[in-house]
């Protein structure tokens, strides 16, 4: 059915490790080999092999208008003609800097990177440079990007392939890392009561995705607030896949939680490598070269990617959030209905156009209850469903995304096929 993908795979892992250019895309931890893409378009994905399939992943985030948006192919290709890389500021980039403020109201002020490591990586040396203090509150099983300080109990591939966090990174590095569960606020208190005056910063994804979809329980999010106001540490909320995603103001507007810093990622380049980090301009005037804190990067502010992102914004501007989370949230429902009816413990939980396949009867809260999850079970689900045209994100510690090209029949395909799921 692969033959092609197999080919092409075999290939690929003579020149580039694991196959890859990112590990989770390997489908290591499904027993499975990774599909090369040909082309995509709205909710579809094509493999070299010619098969078409439903796109859950979308590019693990980035395609919520779908693939191949006809804005956003057409500001791309406009923007390509004008030639690629400047080095030098450009319009598009005081354009997407005002979409982002305006949409986000606790950013003041932001600067574009090229990724969401590099988003995170820079809001840590900001809080760090900002308050003179070294430590870091991350929670386990959250994931911040590959930069060092966050490799530890991180989540995504991190956790998906059980690398322990720190190979190639020196322990000092992560010795300022502090490590809670997710919607532990008794846990961060304790932390906070020992270390609290050295804490730089709590980051925090505010809807964690990396170890599958499991949403902020009531008070967690504001808990952390009132905890970094008490000692004087700033919170940045991780918005790489939630910022435009569970609504255009982010999780921040969701929950009416204002943080310090933001940083963002994924949907705000249009599926083009881009990254943001912002924040009260008090913080970010302290970035170089208005301030001593610095941070660079030769592409940053890219003008094709910042037409892919304005043409992407501008839709979401005008799309309907609550539709789609009504519609995803009825899928998640009868997706567990059906799956539940197979005699196995699962649960499929859903937030905004994000949902999640939870082979356990925990009480998802945090990374322990989520690996209590049967692993062989979703390997057999995610098997089954791709043979059947569906195309899942290859691993149990990611969560599945919906776009507003997602149709009726995209759904009821997929309700379909899991119905003829056997384990
Ligand atoms: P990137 O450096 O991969 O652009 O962003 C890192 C990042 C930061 N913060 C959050 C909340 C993220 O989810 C991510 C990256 N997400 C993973 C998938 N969940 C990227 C997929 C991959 O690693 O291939």
Redesign the pocket.
Same mark, same amino acid.
Request: a negative charge; proline letters at 3%.
């Given at each position: 059915m692969y033959e092609a993908s197999h080919k092409l795979f075999e290939q690929a892992r003579t020149l580039i490790p694991g196959g890859v250019n =990112?590990?989770?895309?390997a489908c290591r931890n499904v027993d499975s080999i990774p599909l090369f893409i040909a082309s995509a378009a709205g909710s579809k994905i094509t493999s070299v092999d010619g098969r078409t399939l439903i796109d859950f992943v979308l590019s693990? @985030?980035p395609m919520i208008l779908g693939h191949a948006h006809p804005e956003v192919t057409r500001a791309i290709c406009g923007a390509a003609a004008e030639g690629s890389s400047y080095g030098a500021p450009c319009e598009a980039e005081v354009e997407l800097a005002r979409l982002v403020t305006d949409a986000l109201p606790s950013v003041e002020m932001v600067r574009m990177v090229n =990724?969401? /490591?590099?988003? /995170?990586m820079s809001a840590l040396r900001l809080a760090r440079g900002v308050t003179g203090r070294a430590r870091v509150l991350k929670c386990i099983g959250?994931?911040?990007?590959?930069a060092d300080p966050f490799l530890a109990a991180a989540g =995504? @591939?991190v956790a998906t392939l059980s690398i322990p966090g720190t190979p190639g990174v020196p322990p000092a590095t992560v010795a300022d890392t502090l490590l809670a569960p997710y919607n532990d606020l008794a846990a961060v208190k304790t932390l906070f009561e020992s270390h609290g005056q050295e804490v730089a910063a709590i980051i925090v994804?505010p809807v964690a @995705?990396?170890m599958g979809l499991v949403p902020p329980q009531p008070g967690f999010l504001e808990g952390l607030r009132s905890l970094c106001d008490q000692y004087g540490s700033l919170l940045i909320f991780?918005e790489?896949?939630t910022g435009f995603r569970v609504g255009y103001g982010g999780a921040q507007q969701r929950f009416n939680i204002a943080p310090d810093l933001t /940083?963002l990622?994924?949907i705000i380049g249009g599926g083009l490598p881009v @990254?943001a980090y912002g924040g009260k301009a008090a913080y970010m005037q302290r970035i170089a070269p208005e301030g001593d804190v610095y941070q660079a990067g030769t592409l940053s502010g890219n003008p094709l990617a910042m037409a892919a992102g304005i043409a992407t914004l501008r839709v979401l501007q005008h799309s309907d959030y609550a539709a789609l989370e009504t519609r995803v949230a009825g899928f998640a429902r009868e997706l567990e209905q059906i799956l539940a009816g197979k005699g196995v413990p699962v649960q499929v939980l859903s937030l905004a156009s994000m949902f999640c396949v939870f082979f356990t009867r925990e009480t998802i809260v945090d990374f322990a209850s989520v690996k209590t999850a049967d692993l062989a079970l979703f390997t057999s689900f995610y098997k089954q469903m791709r043979d059947a045209g569906v195309y899942l994100a290859p691993a149990a510690f990611?969560?599945g995304m919906c776009s507003f090209a997602h149709s009726d029949d995209d759904f009821n395909h997929t309700l379909d096929a899991a119905k003829k799921v056997t384990f």
């Open positions: =990112s590990p989770v895309r693990w @985030g =990724s969401g /490591t590099e988003a /995170t959250c994931y911040h990007g590959h =995504s @591939g994804e @995705g990396n991780d790489v896949i /940083t990622g994924k @990254g990611e969560a």
